[in-house]
Every structure is written in C-alpha cells, then in structure tokens.
C-alpha cells in the first residue's frame, strides 16, 4: 500500500464520518474531498471539473426543470385527486389504487417533487375518510422509489452511473434497460406493501389539538394552522428560536415542532431547529403564496386545495405532452434505424430533455426569471464531485487493491458472489451517506473487479444502480423518506420494520434476476 492509497482511504474515511454527522451539505463534503485530490496530485485540474461538465449531471440539472413545470402546471395535483377512493376502503385495495400509478409517474420525473404534492394530499384525504395517514405515506414514498428504479431518468443515481460508464469507455443504458430488473422488483416490493403496510405500520398517533383549535376558534380570519417542513436551506438551522425569530423573517408564530414522530409542544424556544423538522405555524393567507417557492421549506400544507383556472388546465396539458415528447423521443431516437439514418445528431435523453427544458421555459410552464430556485445545486455538486472522487479511487490504485481482495475473499464462489457483495456494500452505504456518493464509491471497485475477472463489468453496474437506490429501512438515505417522516410523525424504527425486509426482497431479486440477463 502506497501513500497514495493511504491518503485516499483516510480522506474517504473523513468523508463518510462527515457525511453521517450531517454537519456539512453533501456538495460541500464532497468538493472539500476532491480539492483534497487535487492538492496532493491525485486528480488533475481537467480530471476534478469533469464532472461538472458530464452529460448525466448536466440531464439531472434539467429534469429538476421538466419536474418544476409539471407541478407548477397542477397535472400531479390533478392524477392523485383522481386516483383517491371517494369513499372509505379497506388500506390494501386503497393501496392497490395508489401506488402502480406513483410508481409509473415516478419512472419519469423526479421523486421530491411527486412526494411533497402528493404527501399532503394522500393525509387530508385519509383523515376526511377516517383512515389512518401513517399506512400510506411510507408507502408513497417506497414507491417513488420503486418506480425511480425502473428507468435512466427514475432517479439521478441512474444517470450518475450511466455517465460513469460513458467516461469508462463502456455502452451506457437505454431508457428502459434497468427495467428488466427493476419491473420485477418494483411489482414484488408492492404487494409486498399492499400484504403489510396494514400489519407493520403505526396508527395514527393520538396528538392534544384542543389548545389550537380554541386559538383558531377566537381568530378564525386571521390565522389558520400551516406545516411548513424545513429545508437545508433554511438560515435557522442549529439555531433556537430564541437566537432565531421566526415571527420577524416569516410573519408567522411557531406552536409546535415535530421531530422523528415526537410532538414538541412546551418549551420549544429552547429546541434547536434541524433540517425536515415540521414546524406547526399560525400564519394568514398570504404566507403560502409568498414562501411556497422558496427552497427554505421543503413542503408547506395548509389544508385548502388549489382550484385550477383555464390557464393552468392548458399548461397542465401542455406540460404533460411535453414530457411525453421527451420520454417517446428519447426511447425512439435510440432505435438503430434511427441512429443510422441520422448518424451526426445523438438523440439520446439529453437531446430531448434539453428541448423540453427550453420550451417550457419559452411558454413559461415554470418562471424562466426563476430557473435557478428550482434546481437542487447541492445535488449537482455532490453528482459532479463523485466521478471525481471515483477518479481518484482509480488513479491511485485503491480500486484495484479493494477489487483484488473481494477477489480473494470470495476465490472459489466467482463473480457471483463479488455481486452480492458489492450490492450489500452499497446498498448500506446508501443507508448512511447519500445515493450518489455510495454509487461513486462502488462504481471504480466494479470496474477494477470485471477488469481482473475478465467478464462484463455490466451486472455490477446494474447491481450498483439498483442498490443506490434501494433505500427502505432508514429516513436519512432518501429525501423523500425524510419528507414523509415528518409529514406523518414517523419514527426511526418504523422504517426498519417495514424497510428492512424490502430490502432484503430488493436483494435476493438483484442477485438472482441481474446475471441470468446481463451475462457476465
């Protein structure tokens, strides 16, 4: 082992310990790491800034924007007002009625956005119909996640990798080609859901709304009760409200904050303000309009529905058939007759999706003056820096080294249990730090595996895509698993009892369906 690869390995050490702690932004964690490279000679100047100039971050950039205009159109508000039962039923056929749909949708736009117009839709429906909130809104967010796992666009992990094996030299994936793992495992994760989530998930928990409701009943005008989710971007984090005033930035009053399922009602100018705390506001009518866009709340609810004008029914069709030009497109142009008949022009995602972006932006389906508010940069860092950081891996020889002692631990069982392995590795990496970092992680080990085996390195990217992905059994691995949480007052323990076992689903269909068609 060289200093090379020391360096590396304490590096990442300190990368990981900072990304748990969640002290710093993903992004900012990952910059300081790839800075760290360049300083030492590990990485090149043009080698640390590849990354922000690849066509699989630069895509991810612009289907925040594809996103933003099909929300703001109200086509999602729309499809799961429809999907909802008029009247009560029992939770596994609700169940059956929701999630394919919000798999599906969740196949071609990105899941945050699906989950914060969806979560408070999906609660005050089931709390007009009686049913308990809490057996649905874990499994909205596992579907997402299902769904992400089924196409190149269902989740940024998926492009972050396509882009990696793109600057490996290696054919990338089509549109749907994790599909023929990721159908299967999104079909068998939902009945999982529809056979469980009744059993293994909590009841509403019983909350004192008495002193609330007597404030609304004596000003009834004026104020009405409003969730607001913080996001990273908020300027109070690790700050009281003491040292923080809420009231003098936002125009509203702070009566509860809401953490990992635990109601604070007292004393709550002395609790430190964390990122996805639910903060219960009493705010007038002008405080949604001025702050729903801004990126210091993750969701805000009050309630009341939005009713849609003329206007915003041609927007809602004009955007949706947008998207579908993007996904046909994107799916046709990489047909062969295509690709022959046209050999100078790629029609690949990034083609289409850089048209759609465009108009939307020209026939004002999402703020064009506002674009940037709109794309999460932390993200964008975060997936730039990885090839960085998978760079670095590979240049000092770390790769090699950890590829060539999985090699030898698992000598007499082959290539398929490198797999298993590499999944698990990944898979609670993603758990722990973000999804992209994990795939960043793994991504060189794979490679430097299939290179020494002599086989296909393709079975490993797909298991690493698959496994960036399957985030069931903590809130902390995917955003919309944090934007649940504290929507419906869950706690930590709630996704280890119904995750846990997806995840092991997830992993037995991987390791079994990946090399049966992906030869190695």
Not at 180 to 199: D, P, Q, T
Request: glycine content about 6%; charged content about 15%.
């Amino acid at each position: 082992m060289n200093l090379e690869i020391l360096f590396v390995i304490i590096t990442l050490v300190c990368m990981v310990i900072a990304l748990i702690t969640d002290k710093l932004r993903p992004g900012i964690v990952l910059f300081s790491v790839i800075v760290l490279f360049l300083c030492a000679g590990i990485l090149s100047p043009s080698e640390m800034i590849d990354g922000f100039s690849n066509k699989g971050m630069i895509t991810v950039a612009m289907l925040f924007l594809v996103s933003e205009g099909v929300r703001q159109s109200g086509a999602l508000s729309e499809f799961i007002k429809k999907l909802l039962p008029a009247k009560k039923i029992s939770i596994p056929k609700a169940l059956l009625s929701m999630l394919p749909p919000i798999a599906f949708i969740s196949a071609f736009l990105n899941n945050t956005p699906v989950v914060v117009i969806f979560a408070p839709i999906i609660k005050r429906w089931a709390e007009k119909l009686n049913l308990p909130a809490t057996k649905f809104l874990i499994p909205l967010s596992f579907a997402t996640i299902l769904g992400g796992m089924c196409t190149l666009i269902g989740t940024s992990t998926n492009l972050v990798v396509h882009g990696m094996i793109l600057e490996a030299g290696y054919e990338g994936f089509s549109m749907f080609e994790l599909g023929k793992v990721g159908i299967f495992i999104a079909i068998v994760g939902m009945i999982y859901l529809f056979l469980f989530s009744n059993r293994l998930l909590p009841d509403n928990r019983i909350i004192d709304m008495n002193e609330n409701e007597e404030e609304e009943e004596q000003n009834p005008a004026q104020f009405h009760r409003v969730e607001a989710i913080l996001g990273s971007r908020f300027p109070g984090i690790n700050q009281t409200l003491t040292d923080f005033d809420f009231t003098r930035h936002y125009g509203a009053i702070v009566k509860e904050i809401i953490r990992g399922g635990i109601r604070y009602t007292k004393d709550i100018d002395k609790i430190a303000l964390n990122a996805n705390d639910t903060l219960i506001l009493w705010a007038d009518e002008t405080f949604i309009p001025t702050w729903g866009e801004s990126s210091v709340f993750l969701m805000l609810a009050n309630g009341h529905e939005v009713k849609t004008t003329e206007t915003s029914k041609k927007k809602k069709y004009l955007a949706l058939g947008l998207l579908i030009f993007m996904i046909v497109g994107a799916t046709i142009g990489e047909l062969p007759m295509i690709t022959e008949a046209i050999p100078n022009v790629q029609f690949d995602m990034f083609f289409f999706v850089c048209i759609t972006t465009i108009i939307m932006a020209w026939t004002k389906i999402f703020p064009p003056k506002k674009y940037t508010k709109y794309i999460s940069w932390d993200i964008l860092i975060t997936i730039a820096c990885a090839f960085g950081i998978s760079k670095a891996m590979s240049n000092s020889g770390l790769a090699t080294l950890i590829a060539q002692y999985m090699i030898g631990l698992t000598d007499s069982l082959g290539p398929y249990a490198i797999l298993a392995v590499i999944y698990i590795v990944t898979n609670i990496s993603t758990e722990i730090i973000t999804n992209n970092a994990a795939a960043a992680l793994s991504f060189p080990i794979a490679l430097a595996v299939a290179t020494q085996l002599n086989v296909d390195p393709t079975p490993f990217f797909v298991t690493i895509c698959i496994a960036a992905s399957a985030s069931f059994s903590s809130p902390i691995g995917y955003q919309t698993n944090l934007i649940v949480q504290s929507v419906g007052g869950y706690k930590f323990t709630d996704f280890v009892r119904i995750g846990l076992p997806l995840n092991i689903i997830t992993f037995i269909i991987s390791v079994t369906i990946i090399p049966l068609i992906w030869k190695f």
